[in-house]
């Protein structure tokens, strides 16, 4: 538990600020249809209990490490 709150410390931080605070559905879509042709939007859905969620979490950061470069 102390390995994934820290995880997730570091993802927190590490990560870009988005603001991305819509709550339905379609303020989500149109959001995300703003960012069309500027960035790469990768919208990652899960939950803390989903354990297959948690364990992808790493590859999401080599990802992104990749993409940055």
Known sequence: ??????????LTFS????DLLPTTA???????KSYKGNKV????IW???????VEEFPMIVDLD???EN
Do not use: D, T
């Open 1 to 10: 538990m102390k390995k994934l709150l820290m995880f997730i410390c570091v």
């Open 65 to 67: 490490k990749e993409i």
């Open 47 to 53: 939950a803390l209990w989903c354990v297959p969620c």
């Open 41 to 44: 939007v990768l919208l990652n």
């Open 26 to 32: 379609s303020e989500i879509n149109q959001k995300i």
């Open 15 to 18: 990560c870009g600020k988005v």
